[in-house]
């Protein structure tokens, strides 16, 4: 190949006797590459192509495993927007691998003290990370995507290396590491729970806040992304030059065995860069009003992430960017979707208004890849328009915090009666009435990483977060919780009881309302953080995994696996459209009716009412399309009583069904369900703060 190279592919690629490296800097002066030895030493290396704004080169006998970093020359004008230091080594946007820490040095900054428009011309080439050049050649042994439809989709959200950290079967050389997260015991916690699908928090490599690092702490969520191509190298056991790629793709694959698919919390909205005081680390030194949401003086940041800058992606460099990236990690890494943290950010046009149907969000909707993976929304951000629920269009599901705050606040006796509650049971109608997908655009949850665990949730009325070393103003403040009139952990029997039955009533209402479940990791063994809802820089035992089980928890455990196995086994806790009350073809029953204890409909002042606390679901067995003979499901019967009173509950009668079997009632700690089935009519008392299942036999559905 020609020494100049080629503009395409961006990045570095490894061709037959060297690599070609491309980047993008269309307002640069001169683009050096710089060429890291193993002994420490480096070289400089001019990409002498350019082409419609790429600098490129062809470098011979380089080849995977290679440390390297750009160096820009360029105007520096902050008040402008142009920040070229030569002085600053630069990340490849498009590296598919980094290796290295980022270690607090003034060097980090391309300006002097507090003056950001003083150039700082100190070498930062040893106090950052360096990107590599990586082979992307594997054998994936025809193992492939276990493609789950939406309807069985249960996601469960974890921390990857905190999963397995103190795992006691995982071998200790492999914990905290992708590996770790491939082993056997891992992948067995999984099938045996019944979820379909882990949604990671970031994988991405991610470097910690230049805050933290002053406090001697680190950002162990991975909130701040610093390559959007490269697997984090901290969670790799067998190296960082190439190596976690490598292994990456070994977990993919071992997941993908187990028929379980992965999707990776994705942050494009920011970088670690910061604003106009951060570091120079990438995207800054590149082009850095083509990346950033400028404020009107071209000089400071306008921010809407609270992470002091706002990628661009309305932008085409930016846009391409992110498009390439998705692209990469669904070809090459067989990843199965993404959540995309604080979406709304990404919807910004250049005046920095939303539009949840514009740049970003149209591309992907013709993007032939990417269009039919599972794409989920964090549907705001923290700027002027931001929140955006139910505004994502198809194929979009969102993180719906509405079903969050009202399913807490049914369950510790606040809000207002029920009302509310029948939209999030049967999948949010009010806000997705709209949506083809209907009720799947809702991901139901209760909890999630940011905020209290379900334990924490009903044992702490305050966040205990003073180890985070901000003096306890970190972390939401509003986290609906409750505790039963004791904070924290207690040894009173009917406190305890009490606390352990709220965290049924929740696993078992976010599990089957309509919609896609999301629970968060540990919350099926009841972990706690002591009550620290915002453990984003402990990676520690307070946010890892606890295997330390009691036997309450693994009570816990098989209960949350029961409710799982329910949905499964049950179409009619899969529908996607919405029900109306209408009566089902072949069975003559409504497909929902709303009931009230003595077996009777609700009426609108049973809606209306504050004081209503309590409240029964019918559901009719779900009907096939394709063949309904085959495919007349099972009616149900489903009773929440969230008040501090027993109440009994008539089971309804006559066309509605004969039998009904109890599958679970959340009062009791043990024996959930009864393989007993009780005749219509039958009066069942239902305890205070409570909720039970019932299968309906089949009505005489004529067929």
């Known amino acids: 190949m020609d020494q100049l190279g080629q503009p395409e592919p961006l990045g570095a690629t490894v061709i037959d006797g060297g690599t070609n490296f491309a980047v993008w800097a269309p307002e640069a002066d001169r683009v050096e590459l710089c060429l890291f030895t193993p002994e420490g030493g480096h070289h400089n290396v001019d990409l002498t192509g350019f082409t419609k704004g790429v600098f490129h080169a062809f470098v011979p006998q380089v080849g995977p495993g290679q440390e390297y970093g750009f160096r820009v020359h360029g105007t520096w004008q902050p008040e402008r927007g142009l920040r070229f230091n030569p002085a600053k080594l630069l990340i490849d946007p498009y590296a598919k691998a980094v290796t290295g820490e980022l270690i607090l040095d003034e060097s980090l900054f391309g300006h002097l003290g507090s003056d950001d428009t003083v150039f ?3 070498d930062s080439a040893d106090f950052v990370p360096h990107s590599v050049v990586v082979d992307d050649h594997y054998d994936w042994e025809g193992v492939k995507s276990p493609v789950r439809s939406v309807n069985e989709t249960v996601i469960y959200e974890a921390h990857l290396a905190g999963m397995s950290k103190s795992h006691p079967d995982v071998p200790e050389s492999i914990r905290g590491t992708y590996s770790g997260m491939a082993h056997p015991v891992m992948i067995e916690h999984l099938q045996h729970l019944g979820v379909t699908a882990v949604e990671f928090l970031p994988l991405q490599q991610f470097v910690p806040e230049t805050f933290l690092l002053t406090r001697n702490k680190t950002n162990y969520w991975g909130y701040n992304t610093l390559a959007f191509f490269a697997p984090h190298a901290g969670y790799s056991s067998t190296g960082s030059h190439g190596e976690q790629v490598r292994e990456f793709k070994d977990m993919i694959k071992a997941f993908h065995r187990a028929g379980i698919e992965v999707i990776m919390d994705v942050v494009f909205n920011h970088t670690p860069e910061g604003n106009e005081f951060g570091p120079t680390l990438s995207l800054r030194g590149l082009d850095n009003a083509s990346y950033y949401h400028l404020d009107n003086d071209g000089r400071t940041y306008w921010d809407s992430t609270g992470c002091g800058n706002t990628v661009r992606a309305s932008h085409p460099t930016s846009l391409r960017l992110i498009m390439d990236s998705l692209r990469y990690w669904v070809q090459e890494m067989h990843v199965d979707g993404f959540r995309f943290d604080l979406a709304t950010a990404l919807t910004r046009r250049a005046d920095h208004s939303p539009d949840v149907n514009g740049n970003l969000i149209s591309a992907i909707a013709q993007d032939p890849i990417l269009r039919n993976v599972k794409l989920i929304s964090e549907p705001w951000d923290v700027g002027n328009d931001g929140y955006q629920l139910g505004n994502f269009p198809e194929p979009w599901s969102e993180w719906n ?16 009666g029920v009302a509310e509650l029948g939209w999030r049971l049967t999948g949010s109608g009010d806000v997705y009435w709209h949506h083809s997908s209907g009720s799947h655009a809702s991901i139901n949850f209760v909890t999630a990483h940011d905020g209290f665990t379900m334990r924490d949730l009903v044992t702490y009325n305050q966040k205990h977060n003073l180890v985070n070393g901000e003096q306890g103003r970190d972390g939401t403040d509003n986290n609906r919780s409750w505790n039963c009139g004791v904070e924290g952990e207690t040894t009173d029997p009917k406190i305890i009881e009490h606390r352990q039955r709220q965290l049924r009533n929740m696993m078992a209402t976010v599990i089957l309302s309509a919609g896609i479940p999301m629970i968060l990791a540990g919350d099926e063994l009841a ?5 620290n809802n915002n453990a984003y820089c402990q990676d520690n035992a307070l946010s890892w995994m606890s295997w330390d089980v009691q036997p309450w928890q693994q009570n816990m455990f098989d209960f949350t696996s029961h409710l799982i196995r329910i949905r499964r086994e049950h179409r009619v806790f899969q529908r996607d459209s919405f029900l109306k009350g209408e009566k089902v073809e072949f069975v003559n029953v409504p497909d929902i009716a709303w009931m009230n204890a003595d077996g009777d409909l609700f009426a ?10 309590s409240i029964g679901m019918y559901l009719a067995g779900a009907v096939s399309t394709l063949d309904r003979h085959d495919m007349v499901d099972n009616g149900f019967y489903w009773f929440l009583n969230s008040s501090d009173k027993p109440v009994d509950v008539v089971l309804p009668n006559g066309e509605y069904g004969q039998e009904y079997q109890l599958m679970f009632n959340t009062a009791h700690s043990q024996n959930w369900h009864s393989p007993v089935a009780i005749t219509a009519g039958t009066v069942v008392t239902l305890e205070p703060w409570s909720t039970a299942l019932w299968m309906v036999s089949l009505r005489d559905a004529n067929v």
């Open 401 to 416: 915090d509405q079903y969050r705050d009202c399913i807490r606040d049914f369950w510790r006796g606040q809000g207002f």
């Open 604 to 613: 609108q002042e049973d809606w209306d009412s504050a004081a209503t606390r």
């Open 120 to 122: 700082n011309d100190k």
């Open 527 to 531: 972990r706690t953080q002591n009550g």
